[in-house]
């Protein structure tokens, strides 16, 4: 197989997996342009293969090759999203791995990356910079790299870019001078950032810091995607924080009951997903979860799946709910307005944290399929075939260039556009673009399901492993790693 395959060439390949495994070639090598529940069933392998090919691309053709800059969302590029960094660079070697590039081609994309993060600009200056203390401002300019407009210096994006690094740095393990240097660089990046800076009185860690303003006086509490913030914090061996961190964090943890299923509440699927797209939580547990007897990815199957009964309930009739249709998380919307749809007031928004907890929910009819697709490996069953059923159903209106448009909406059935744009149809409003930050969920996720392949190269990174050991996990893979 070449290095990097032509579009033509994989769809062509797709094909050729269809015919072998009786399912029609034009099913996935040419979308169907309105789909209906009639489309045929979609084969889950060759799906899974496809999906996983287009949304890599994302990454591997929107990215500035000359800086290594990831689009916040495409095709409308405002900035760069340094947390789609992190997760462009833990895409490059999934590509290697399923043969969309080859490694050579993805380690100068990864050593590119890391060479311009590792040089950019860094003092407490309001612009020309790219951060201080070895932390980034959330969104950059796609070229400059430097602060976009007046945006914060993100502690929970720098964790994000991060964790992509140190997934490079473990893939590229070979004596290649680059790969040596891909290494070294991951490492300094890491080991530069201050995270003993940003621990607030309450032992939390502060969600950031402006020029301006100073380090924010609120930090990351109730569980939520910042494990992975606090792992790294904890785990750093320059600059750690207090081990306080830990339990100060859990200690404002929700534990309820959502729809027959008890777990640590938080409403979007994200905070149930982002730090398990690279930290192993199967069978390991910290003290809290050792009181509940469960681990972090038991929690995150029982959010799941209470989500998809809450979508089964449909307690506030939304068009297109189901068993195969659900999922809440942050994504784009049709836009803050409120019109009348099928005779009732709707109010819908734009880009939103959407989700649904016990007393928390935030929901106007917007699905993301990003919120199944980042939940694959907690119920694959009912994950897969939601994703296939919204791919079948909703046609090129959903599925295009880079695998799934970032959500749409089944009750938004008017004609005329919504503030935010998108598509109207009358199957409802589809997005026209793709976001950063919910394509890489979707594309490691699936990967973790299939392969391990995130999680086992992350179970030997030393900085997770000392992250862990300092919040006090045991059992499982981590034990006899802990000093």
Not at 265 to 291: C, K, T
Not at 364 to 381: E, K, M, N, R, W
Not at 397 to 409: E, I, Q
Not at 439 to 458: C, D, F, K, Y
Request: hydrophobic fraction near 35%.
């Amino acid at each position: 197989m070449p290095a990097r395959a032509l579009p033509s060439a994989r769809l062509l390949l797709g094909c050729v997996l269809f015919v072998v495994l009786g399912a029609a070639c034009s099913s996935e090598s040419t979308p169907p342009s309105t789909g209906g529940p009639s489309a045929p069933a979609l084969e889950t392998e060759p799906f899974l293969d496809t999906l996983q090919a287009r949304t890599f691309d994302f990454f591997w053709e929107t990215t500035n090759a000359s800086n290594g800059l990831t689009p916040d969302r495409w095709p409308d590029p405002p900035f760069s999203s340094v947390a789609a960094v992190g997760y462009a660079l833990t895409a490059y070697p999934i590509g290697v791995e399923r043969g969309y590039v080859s490694r050579a081609q993805a380690r100068e994309r990864t050593l590119t990356t890391l060479e311009f993060f590792w040089n950019a600009p860094q003092s407490d200056a309001r612009s020309g910079v790219s951060g201080h203390w070895g932390f980034f401002y959330h969104f950059l300019d796609m070229d400059s790299g430097y602060r976009y407009q007046q945006v914060e210096l993100s502690t929970i994006d720098t964790a994000l870019f991060l964790m992509g690094a140190l997934t490079a740095q473990q893939y590229f393990d070979g004596a290649h001078p680059d790969e040596q240097a891909i290494r070294a660089y991951a490492d300094s990046l890491y080991r530069r950032v201050e995270w003993d800076r940003m621990q607030l009185p309450d032992g939390t860690i502060s969600m950031g810091w402006k020029p301006s303003e100073g380090r924010f006086d609120y930090g990351y509490d109730g569980y939520n995607e910042a494990m992975l913030l606090y792992v790294l914090a904890l785990g750093s061996p320059t600059h750690p924080v207090d081990a306080s961190v830990w339990p100060a964090f859990t200690s404002t943890y929700e534990w309820t009951s959502f729809y027959g299923h008890a777990h640590v509440n938080f409403a979007p699927l994200f905070g149930h997903q982002y730090s398990h797209v690279w930290i192993d939580f199967r069978d390991i547990q910290d003290p809290y979860m050792r009181e509940k007897g469960i681990d972090y990815f038991e929690n995150s199957r029982r959010a799941t799946l209470a989500q998809r009964q809450y979508a089964i309930d449909n307690p506030r009739d939304f068009v297109g709910y189901g068993e195969n249709i659900w999922g809440l998380t942050a994504s784009d919307g049709p836009g803050n307005t409120t019109v009348t749809v099928g005779g009732r007031e709707r109010e819908f928004k734009g880009y939103w944290a959407r989700g649904a907890a016990d007393g928390d929910i935030r929901d106007d009819g917007t699905i993301p399929p990003t919120a199944v697709g980042g939940s694959v490996p907690f119920a694959p069953d009912q994950t897969i075939e939601a994703l296939k059923t919204m791919r079948t159903r909703y046609g090129d209106h959903l599925f295009g260039t880079y695998g799934f448009f970032d959500a749409f909406n089944p009750t938004y059935s008017l004609q005329e556009r919504p503030p935010e744009g998108g598509k109207t149809t009358p199957q409802g409003w589809f997005d026209d673009e793709y976001l950063g930050i919910d394509q890489g969920p979707i594309l490691a996720m699936i990967e973790n399901h299939r392969t391990g392949r995130v999680w086992s190269l992350m179970r030997d990174n030393p900085y997770i492993v000392r992250g862990l050991c300092r919040a006090d996990f045991t059992g499982g893979w981590i034990d006899g790693k802990c000093e």
